[in-house]
């Protein structure tokens, strides 16, 4: 395949949403070389399922595409925690950079490659960097294989809150302090005294 995404021609997007298919089918079909202690090998079927979902998005987006329909996206509305904690969500996958690389090995790198030359292509780039729900699909996948096309930006740094300031400390009280709290008036209403011989200096 690396052969053909070298080619100075430019692609239809009939045929970039081919080589698409043709990578996540690639690394379909070697999920089962997961790595026997690895230690997410259990995310091998929440993986393979992603990757089905990957692609089906990707050949509905080339066809809006080709249609004329896709269009640049409405800004979302946060939705609220309640309705966050209600839904259900599926197993998530690591955050890790090329975490496939690593339970799969040699056999991603390639493919990793030719997602990489693909997204390269001045063809295809234009349609990603173009559209943010294009880069917004392709973005995890890319962060899983640890390649960085350059038509997919990256997000902006999140802000982070500011952290509460410490309460501050009491007044250390002072040795004249600490007698007069240390003397009391014992049952004949004479002062007694109830601290040791010897005080620490201040």
Not at 130 to 151: D, S, V
Request: glycine share 6%; proline share 13%; net charge positive.
């Amino acid at each position: 395949m690396s052969i053909w995404l070298n080619d100075p021609a430019p692609f239809p997007p009939q045929l970039i949403a081919e080589l698409f298919r043709g990578v996540v089918r690639g690394l379909l079909g070697v999920l089962g070389y997961f790595k026997p202690k690895y230690p997410k090998a259990h995310l091998l079927l929440p993986f393979g399922a992603y990757l089905g979902r990957v692609e089906a998005r990707f050949a509905r987006l080339i066809a809006r595409y080709l249609a004329g329909t896709l269009t640049l996206p409405k800004p979302r509305l946060r939705r609220t925690r309640a309705s966050q904690a209600s839904a259900v969500r599926p197993m998530r996958l690591p955050r890790e950079k090329a975490w496939v690389i690593d339970a799969l090995g040699w056999r991603a790198v390639g493919l990793a490659g030719n997602l990489d030359l693909l997204l390269a292509r001045p063809d295809t780039a234009s349609i990603v960097a173009q559209f943010p729900q294009a880069q917004r699909l392709l973005r995890p996948l890319c962060h899983m294989l640890g390649i960085a096309p350059a038509c997919i930006a990256p997000l902006p740094k999140r802000p982070r809150k500011p952290r509460p300031k410490p309460a501050a400390r009491p007044r250390r009280l002072t040795r004249k302090e600490r007698e007069a709290i240390l003397w009391y008036p014992n049952s004949e209403g004479k002062p007694m005294k109830l601290l040791p011989r010897r005080l620490p200096r201040d």
